[in-house]
């Protein structure tokens, strides 16, 4: 890695004593010995391990859940269902005033996607929790299902999620997030070229090295401890405060060294169930996923397809942009309602164009609900700009570089958002870029400047 | 057979924090009675070195060296209220609050050196060392540690404080969309050069250079760290990884490392890291969040790159053998 | 039922064992534990054998006897196996290598199952208790076969042709693997040619086709393309995460020419 | 239950202990004896968190029945300092910067021990080769070839 000082040098500084300087990471020496203590580390006498029946079907009825072989099989302790946890019905982002709560945390009459939680056993061994799980009979009648999101939109198609009445989320401003700026009709009318395309995405894991899970011991005094690798401690207390209907006072959570998590240890799933688990047996419980779970069962990066219609002009300059942007949430919402609206907010990119009109859309399918991830509501957009400005530059015979010159950003540019550019630094980029990679552009855009009246 | 060269750039920007759903995260830091300093938070150490940022940025603050810091993350008993580590938030969104705790605590620190030296608070400076000298006059000095233990045995002084970073809510306007989706932004530019084998459509990543402006390198070994695992994320995302290889049909996902697919050591481009620093109005030294966006911009460098290699362009991720050789069949009817 | 592990110095011994319910067969642990920690619940007792027979290698008179329980390592590192070490070497990454077994490679399903498709180009027989079958038709009979695998035998090949193809370097699993076994008279011309493949169906399988039309040709271009437009002839395809059906047919031809023309 | 009896040599140091049959040694490992250097990242053969060497052997604890260790000598990376003394892939881990989130850190270190125990002075293709059972996601893999690399300059010079 290198620093390249000679840009902004009038404002970028090396005059701290800490700040700027290489310091050896403090838990590295833990990490090279083994002696890093990640939350599964813990062993506590009498634990329970937590293993969770799942939906086989993507789409169905559930006619009943019969538990008593489990219960009875060597080794079970409990066997939980809908009817033991105090506040089935949730949504995390019900902490931001974002509902309807639409998931439960064990399924209740119906579920929604293949891998659905079901019937949570605790037993004193996990094999003991594996053989009583394949002993629990639940009789399904399979409903249809839907898989495209084009086809989720459309009339007559199976509804995935009664709590929200349609396969999309109903936002303040109507079925999708809007950004409304110039006027975009106008500019394709003007423009010397239109070009409309679509882009596609499908689901993405963030397959960190240690899965997600947690382990719950029962302090005696009515509090319960639980150490776990979230990426948002109060977040997940406080929403699993409102699910087990405990005061939050009850609980103690301790984590903060996680092995890996890129978006994806955002979500409450794993600790309401164990804690609640821990409450009813008194004993301590671990609930952690299998690497299958993992890479199928927790919430991957939304599916995405975006279209983007731009028209342009034969100088380069791009006069207006309308995206269109479908986020597959799965069957649930957790945080995609959030992430669409972060998407609305990221067109038309860092570009400057004086008409944009943007609808983002979160969509329900019957498929692993999806939720954040390392450039959430971003990384496939950008995707899409990316390679749409790459076409646009080729369809009117411009080097791509440069034709990204001419519509940069810089400060004091209005954004489509109506925000004003702020600390811009696109140009300087690909100004390095194109040294670094012997890739020439016109000395004009060289001599550019993401400053306000910048060259 | 013919392996097939081309390159591709692409652009981008990122947004720091979650503005659109209010986001506060708070710190406190007290010493300890021999002058060293607790960060006491609830935000979270994923791998991407939280713990050792946020010492040294209370270490800068205070004064001292990183290595009479500590940081205690992440406790919900002790560690006041933080969001959470994502959304590029928490070094500057924690690393904000770290700053106005840290101050608070200096001042304490400052007041206490002040009565020892009898000298005004206004009057000293730290040396970063450890010391609290007066303004030109540094034969005049105390140690931290005497200033804690005068503080806590003598002059019952607590040295610590309290900070809490926010960034208020922003709602988007429903019918026009206005809002403040974030503060700063990080920015990136990626070239990528790849080879494709035209007769089997697969992929080689031959180089990548990433210029990434990040407005402060609080660490330059650590943003290094995260810059090259990003970039090596992107080139991931742009041409292996997915749990549902033929979506939206639901079969077929795969459930170990050995079907999720992720390029190997042996799979690793040539990849060049550039940093650029124009420092963010309200970053903790002017920091932004690099960890997301650096994994952005070479998934359209790459795909960009493949159809300048073929002149066939795969629109859906990931980019896969497959999809290419279904293109360029295509191409050739 | 808990798990319990029966070990026998015998293989008749761990043979009768394996009648009961239960039970199944312990090579180096890479199919059976991990079907276990998985939540497999049918297999309650592993059972395993110490026969230090079936850890030995013999080579000698041209013949290749090599017993179920060898690693992939020890084929890989064997001075006298070195044709085969790259086909060893195939299978997963050094501590997987340290652990599967010939014998577990014959079970292993596709995209599993590098070295078994070796074994069919080498023609091996595959022993058990009960006498050694060609592994062809073991092959065919693999998922009902109750008794333990002890050896494979076959005779050790002059020209010996392996090519793994995977999405993940270097130690991904396949797209397709190919082993090739050829005989090339005087003039050059191919006398007798066999050519296995992995992936193309759910267990390895001979391309017969593609031998057929490679007897008589010469190992160029022009040679061997009726070979080449043979290769798929009778395959099913798997379609898993790593590649599809559709993928797998499109590139078998290709990947056969450069491994005939390498 | 079935218990059976396990004794191995850990790290230098004799253990003995009763087990479930069928506990696999990165259970036994953690949960019995306390040695939680190991990780389950998958517990399926695919990650090489958990690796050990075994009699000099890179194997798989999550794939490998305890009770089938008897007599086996084990070794961990929480048994490589000596002394309190990093060994030298440690130190090369810690100067590369070659750990973020650090789950994978001290399988990669046990594979890259066996390889430079056989190979001290290995090509980058050596390396690459003897991680290539180890999943990383978090560095791209190059700062720890770049460790493996460097720990092995170090014991060369050491060595002249």
Redesign the interface.
Known sequence: ?????N??AD???DD???????????????????????F??R?FPGMLHL?MVRSPH?HARIRSIDTSEAEKHPGVVKVLTAKDVPHNVYTI?IL?Q?GPEDETVLADGKVRW?GEAVVAVLAE?E??A??A??KVKVDYEVLPAV???EEALKPGAPLVNEYHGQNYYLY??GEC?????GDVEAGFAEADHVLE???????????????TGCVVVPEGNDRFTCYTN??????T?DNTSIILQMPGSK?????????????G??DVIVEPIAILGAKLTGRPVCF?Y???EE??ISS?RA?EKVIIKDGVMKDGRIIARKVTGYTDAGAYSRHSP?GA??G???YP??YTIPNVW?DTYCVY?N??PSS?M???G???G??????Q???LARLIGMD??EF?FIN??RDGDMK????PT?????I???Q??SR??N?PVAEKYMAMS?YKNGA | MAIRRGRGVAAINYPTGMNLGGDPTQALVHSTPTGNFMVTLSSVDLGQGMKQIMAQICAETIGVPTDRVVVDTADTDTGPHCMGTFASRGTHRAGNAVIQAAKEARQVMLEVAAEELEVNASDLETDGQGNILVKGAPQKSISIFDVALSAHFKRGRSISGRGMFLIPRSHPEKETGAMKPSTCYAHACTVAEVEVDDETGEVTVLTVKNVFEIGRALNPKMVEQQLVGGSWMGISHALYETTEPYYPNRDHGGTDFNQYLMPGPGDLAETEIIVLERPSADGPYGAKGPGEMCANPQIPAVANAVFDAVGVRIDTLPITPERILRALKAQAN | MALALQTFATVKDANAALKSAGTRYLGGGTLVVRAANEGDVSVSSPVRSTDPALSAIEVGGGKVRIGASVTMAEIARHPELGPLAKAARAVGGPAIRNMATVGGNLFAPAPYGDFAVALLALDAAVGTDNGEMPIETFLVGRDDSRAIVTSVSFTKPDNFRFLKVSRVKPKGVSVLSIAVVLEQAGDGTVSSARIALGCMADRPMRAKAAEKALLGRTLDPDGIAPALAAASEGTAPITDPIASAWYRAEVLPVHLGRLLLG | MTKVPVQFTLNGSEKAEFIDSGTTLLNALRDKIGDTSPKGGCHQGTCGACSVIIDGELRLSCLTLAETCNGATITTTSGLAEGGVLHPLQRAFLDTFATQCGFCTPGMIMAAKVLLDHTPNPSREDVVEALSGNICRCTGYEPIIQAVLSAARANSQNAA
């Open positions: 890695m290198e620093l390249r000082k840009y902004f404002v970028r500084k701290l004593h800490e700040i700027g300087q290489p310091r050896p990471r403090s838990d590295s020496p833990g990490h090279v010995t083994g002696k890093t203590a990640y599964a580390d062993n293993k993507h982002l931001i974002v293949k061994t094999r003991a594996q053989e799980a394949a898989f495209d999101m303040d401003s997030r809007k950004v409304r700026f395309q679509s882009y596609q995405s499908s689901p993405i894991e963030h397959a960190p090295t240690e899965t979230t990426q948002a401690m109060f977040f207390l609980l103690h959570f301790v984590g903060g060294t996680v092995g890996g998590g890129f978006g240890k955002v952690i299998s690497r299958e890479m199928q991957p599916a959030y609206q972060k609305a907010g990221h990119g860092p943007i399918t498929r692993t954040a390392r450039g959430f971003v990384t496939i950008d995707f899409a700009l990316e390679v400005m790459d076409k791509p570089l990204r940069a950003y489509a958002h109506r925000q702020e600390g811009a630094a696109l300087e980029c690909m390095e870029a670094v990679a890739w993401s």
